[in-house]
């Protein structure tokens, strides 16, 4: 019996030099990797936790009653003839999806430092994964959302089909400043800190507690639609209950600025990630 040595298989691995290198192919071979983070993203996220999954019910619950009493019975705003917790609701819905989906992104690389440093892979994987994990709370809070319209005798909007489109268009803006802030928070760490601050004024910048009617025509409208989350937030509810503006001219800005955020934060990411192993 003779035995052939057989020479070990070696993988260089090398930076990439092309600038619009966005790393899909390489993505879709760790495909199995991606899988595996989100599943461990969906359980460490309410392990040992008093209520479990129960709070991706309870955070958008309970901030729809609080915007009920302030916003709705204290402040008199307008909720487009809709009753007030069907109305916010359907707002806090894809803002959750978004706001969750930037924080935890946000952290993604950090607090996955000790695996970032021992194996190769992908780096996309990480923020991804953390993102497309809140597809589960989102999910759980449909079907409350679905037993308010019923408990308040709101019909669906005819486009209801449509809705789907806009959560992934909120994923894509979600993933696009998650790029962002994750690349540059393992360069300073400070960025943590900024995040919920951002995340706050963007909150108020979009109609989640308002109706988009309220922004004036002209500049302030144009400017308004600079918000990719404006055109997310109002294209859901249109979809979802048949009220507010149809998707037109503004809403397609909106979806230019979610692209525009999204390729260049792939983009920045990707050139960023050669040196992430050695300043984490």
């Given at each position: 019996?003779?035995?052939?040595?057989?020479?070990?298989?070696?993988?260089i691995?090398?930076?990439?030099?092309?600038?619009?290198?966005?790393?899909?192919?390489?993505?879709?071979?760790?495909?199995?990797?991606?899988?595996?983070?989100?599943?461990?993203?969906?359980?460490?996220?309410?392990k040992?936790?008093?209520?479990?999954?129960?709070?991706?019910?309870?955070?958008?619950?309970?901030?729809?009653?609080?915007?009920s009493?302030?916003?709705?019975?204290?402040?008199?705003?307008?909720?487009?003839?809709?009753?007030?917790?069907?109305?916010?609701?359907?707002?806090?819905?894809?803002?959750?999806?978004?706001?969750?989906?930037?924080?935890?992104?946000?952290?993604?690389?950090?607090?996955?430092?000790?695996?970032?440093?021992?194996?190769?892979?992908?780096?996309?994987?990480?923020?991804?994964?953390?993102?497309?994990?809140?597809?589960?709370?989102?999910?759980?809070?449909?079907?409350?959302l679905?037993?308010?319209?019923?408990?308040?005798?709101?019909s669906?909007?005819?486009?209801?089909?449509?809705?789907?489109?806009?959560?992934?268009?909120?994923?894509?803006?979600?993933?696009g400043?998650?790029?962002?802030?994750?690349?540059?928070?393992?360069?300073?760490?400070?960025?943590?800190?900024?995040?919920?601050?951002?995340?706050?004024?963007?909150?108020?910048?979009?109609?989640?507690?308002?109706?988009?009617?309220l922004?004036?025509?002209?500049?302030?409208?144009?400017?308004?639609?600079?918000?990719?989350?404006?055109?997310?937030?109002?294209?859901?509810r249109?979809?979802?209950l048949?009220?507010?503006?149809?998707?037109g001219?503004?809403?397609?800005?909106?979806?230019?600025?979610?692209?525009?955020?999204?390729?260049?934060?792939?983009?920045?990411?990707?050139?960023?990630?050669?040196?992430?192993?050695?300043?984490?």
């Amino acid at each position: 019996m003779t035995v052939e040595a057989i020479p070990a298989q070696k993988h260089i691995i090398k930076p990439s030099r092309a600038w619009l290198d966005l790393g899909l192919r390489e993505l879709w071979d760790y495909r199995e990797l991606v899988y595996f983070l989100i599943w461990r993203d969906v359980k460490v996220r309410y392990k040992q936790t008093l209520f479990g999954a129960g709070w991706a019910i309870l955070k958008p619950f309970l901030g729809m009653v609080v915007f009920s009493i302030i916003f709705g019975r204290l402040a008199g705003l307008s909720t487009d003839g809709l009753p007030g917790p069907v109305f916010y609701f359907s707002g806090l819905l894809p803002w959750i999806l978004f706001q969750d989906g930037v924080s935890k992104s946000g952290m993604s690389l950090v607090a996955g430092r000790s695996l970032l440093t021992k194996v190769y892979f992908p780096r996309l994987a990480m923020p991804l994964a953390s993102v497309s994990a809140g597809l589960v709370d989102l999910g759980l809070s449909f079907l409350v959302l679905l037993g308010l319209m019923i408990y308040f005798s709101t019909s669906f909007g005819g486009q209801w089909w449509a809705a789907p489109l806009f959560v992934a268009w909120g994923l894509l803006a979600s993933i696009g400043v998650g790029l962002w802030l994750s690349a540059l928070n393992v360069l300073y760490r400070d960025v943590s800190y900024v995040t919920p601050f951002l995340l706050q004024a963007w909150f108020f910048a979009t109609p989640v507690v308002y109706p988009a009617n309220l922004i004036p025509e002209g500049p302030w409208r144009l400017l308004y639609s600079l918000n990719p989350m404006a055109g997310v937030v109002q294209g859901f509810r249109w979809a979802m209950l048949g009220v507010g503006e149809a998707p037109g001219p503004l809403a397609a800005i909106s979806f230019g600025m979610t692209i525009l955020i999204l390729l260049s934060g792939v983009v920045f990411f990707r050139r960023m990630e050669r040196g992430f192993a050695d300043v984490i």
